[in-house]
């Protein structure tokens, strides 16, 4: 087996992804259920929108991912995050369609699973402590996030993440661009592409920035938070 592809598997069991010694595939990636109803995010994100959100766009990064790996069926049996963390050894001729498609489908499956029902979670814990350590507290934080959401130009997220250190960090991606890309883990993301809010607050983004904090799961984001930072031995 190439170097390459052995590294992949052993980051993807590092990962917990549960790749065995006889290569039981992660391929063909299916689209997951919502953890709740279309309706659940009301008012903030309308079910509708949550509707298309999921069953059309997130489907579509799904099919297109899919697609793109039929060609190499020698990396079908990677999880998506070792494929993005080791973007540059995914063959050329697909490696945009593994950005582009890959990195819908893990940002959107987190997405989905850092939302909960509005006004219903506290903002504490791990993520209170780190963020009041390393980002200026919570307003500090709802400031630079929201200005990463609105000044991203075009389609993209905002996010929080941690870097190799174990540090908490804001930043934003265009397109579907992953934050593994460049080194960081994902731990809290803000799709501001126009399909995720524009039925709802059609071209106020900066309403739909606003209202987002309302449906953060922060109990979801502790519980991610606590395992990359233990992956990082932090």
């Not at 990962?15 to 659940?40: C, M």
């Not at 697909?94 to 850092?114: D, K």
């Not at 400031?143 to 389609?155: I, L, P, Y």
């Not at 126009?194 to 502790?222: C, G, S, T």
Request: with cysteine.
């Amino acid at each position: 087996e190439a170097p390459m592809l052995l590294t992949l598997r052993l980051h993807c069991l590092a990962l917990g992804w549960g790749i065995t010694a006889d290569r039981v595939k992660l391929w063909p990636f299916k689209l997951p259920e919502l953890p709740y109803g279309f309706d659940y995010l009301e008012p903030v994100i309308d079910a509708k929108t949550m509707e298309i959100h999921h069953d059309k766009h997130h489907a579509a990064y799904v099919n297109n991912l899919n697609a793109a790996l039929e060609k190499h069926p020698e990396f079908e049996a990677n999880c998506i995050c070792g494929l993005l963390k080791n973007i540059d050894s995914v063959p050329a001729d697909i490696r945009q369609a593994v950005i582009n498609n890959g990195g819908g489908h893990h940002n959107h499956s987190l997405f989905w699973q850092s939302l909960t029902k509005a006004d219903s979670s506290e903002f504490a814990g791990l993520v209170k402590e780190k963020v009041e350590a390393e980002l200026g507290g919570y307003e500090e934080f709802v400031k630079n996030f929201s200005a990463a959401a609105a000044t991203r130009f075009g389609s993209g997220w905002a996010w929080l993440a941690l870097d190799k250190e174990g540090k908490l960090v804001v930043t934003s991606t265009a397109n579907q661009d992953s934050p593994y890309l460049t080194g960081l883990t994902p731990i809290l993301g803000l799709d501001v592409w126009e399909h995720a809010y524009y039925l709802n607050y059609q071209n106020r983004r900066p309403d739909y920035i606003k209202e987002f904090f309302r449906v953060v799961n922060w109990d979801f984001v502790n519980e991610r938070l606590a395992k990359h930072l233990e992956k990082l031995g932090k």
